[in-house]
């Protein structure tokens, strides 16, 4: 579904400029802000925003580093708080003042820290595939990748890498599979696949254990949450997820059949479980 947006940019505390995509415009209801993965960009969001924005603003960026942002000096500059306040400037830039976070992977982490940093602003928290723990299980492959600065040859060998390391992506099809393929890669000037972030992002997240997310977690107990897992997932596990239902019992949660880390969300039960969540905020 192809929608139109703008795209805005803005400077950081560091100087920085980051781009983000503005989809829809100002209505009641609280804005949508999509926080995509820890390598992705708002193109991850090219089907998801459309639908949403035709009842509210959407916002999708690209963390610094990554996609059309610039990267930073420092290797040390892609600290997990620089992230936080670069998504708080991106608010004040578009001047939005009550939101939605919708987090993949990555992004729910930013989408929980956000709620606690901003109790006034975010409304609502959509965690998708991530919890207060991270099963270790698909840590290790996932850090590798980011860290490898991957130049397939063409989009059949960029598929092949992705099918060899991440299995259970949610492709239905081979066209599927070009389309995270073309997601997570872009062809240079030259035409070489060249990775959509900066290799170094990684290391702020070798170096520091983010510790125990749980209270981080129930402090979310004033908010309307929704949790979604795919089922085969490698970063949030069964246990985790159950264990989350427990800490808020008014968590709602969906799990998405056949799918590992992370659901597209274009899935039908992720699809009803955001329009409903969605429509219960706005009404």
């Not at 100002?26 to 992705?40: H, I, K, S």
């Not at 820290?113 to 492959?141: H, M, W, Y």
Request: aromatic share 6%.
């Amino acid at each position: 579904m192809a929608a139109a947006y703008r795209e805005r940019s803005f400077r950081t505390h560091d100087g920085l400029e980051l781009v983000f995509r503005d989809y829809g415009s100002d209505t009641d209801a609280p804005a949508l802000l999509c926080l995509p993965g820890v390598t992705r960009t708002a193109r991850d969001f090219e089907e998801l925003a459309p639908r949403h924005a035709r009842t509210r603003r959407v916002l999708c960026p690209d963390y610094r580093g990554r996609g059309r942002s610039a990267r930073a000096p420092r290797a040390q500059d892609y600290a997990v708080i620089a992230h936080v306040e670069d998504v708080r400037h991106l608010l004040i830039v578009a001047g939005v003042h009550q939101v939605v976070a919708l987090g993949t992977s990555f992004g729910g982490l930013l989408a929980m820290g956000l709620a606690a940093a901003l109790p006034t602003v975010v409304r609502g928290v959509i965690l998708n595939d991530v919890g207060p723990e991270l099963d270790p299980t698909g840590l290790p492959t996932i850090l590798d990748f980011i860290a490898r600065d991957s130049a397939p040859a063409d989009w059949d060998a960029a598929i092949t890498l992705l099918k060899s390391n991440f299995p259970n992506l949610p492709a239905r099809n081979e066209a599927g599979w070009r389309r995270i393929a073309e997601l997570t890669w872009r062809a240079d000037e030259a035409g070489r696949l060249r990775t959509e972030w900066d290799v170094r992002i990684v290391k702020p997240l070798m170096g520091d254990h983010p510790g125990d997310l749980w209270p981080m977690f129930r402090a979310l107990r004033r908010l309307p949450v929704l949790a979604i897992r795919g089922a085969r997932s490698d970063v949030l596990s069964a246990d985790c997820f159950a264990r989350m239902a427990r800490e808020l019992p008014a968590l709602r949660r969906v799990e998405v059949p056949g799918v590992g880390h992370a659901p597209a969300l274009d899935e039908p039960p992720a699809q009803a479980a955001l329009d409903a969540f969605l429509a219960a905020l706005s009404a």
